[in-house]
């Protein structure tokens, strides 16, 4: 069984930092596609940032420049550096993993994905 557990959440000021990180059990890691959405009250679930088992990586504009997506294939982990955070950014963060077997993919799309964590909220106070 697949289990995505997201941790790091909480509550920030503005312009502040928080590092989100994804556990994954159950899969092998090092060859699972994973990326990182979002969903704010009464809005859709967004996409953030996607990072491919070969580590490239692509990002949303409305966080390019300030977050960065990370792996850690030994430790089975995937991170979520967010800094220079604004308000807008309230929301509850999901990190997921796809089950294609494709090194060099980055997947944007919810649909594309299999496996989703629980999620953590992130609050950022203006």
């Known amino acids: 069984q697949v289990q995505l557990v997201e941790s790091g959440g909480g509550l920030v000021q503005a312009g502040g930092s928080l590092r989100l990180s994804c556990a994954v059990s159950?899969?092998?890691?090092?060859?699972?596609?994973m990326g990182w959405f979002r969903q704010a009250p009464g809005k859709e679930r967004e996409f953030v940032a996607a990072?491919?088992?070969?580590?490239?990586?692509l990002y949303a504009d409305f966080v390019k420049g300030r977050f960065t997506i990370f792996r850690d294939n030994p430790k089975n982990t995937g991170s979520l550096q967010m800094n220079s955070l604004k308000p807008e950014d309230t929301a509850v963060y999901y990190c997921?993993?796809?089950?294609?077997?494709?090194?060099?993919?980055?997947?944007?799309?919810?649909?594309?994905?299999?496996?989703w964590g629980q999620g953590t909220q992130v609050t950022v106070s203006s």
């Open positions: 990072i491919s088992v070969d580590g490239n990586t």
């Open positions: 997921a993993a796809a089950r294609i077997q494709n090194r060099r993919v980055v997947l944007t799309l919810t649909g594309e994905y299999d496996y």
């Open positions: 159950g899969r092998t890691f090092s060859t699972t596609p």
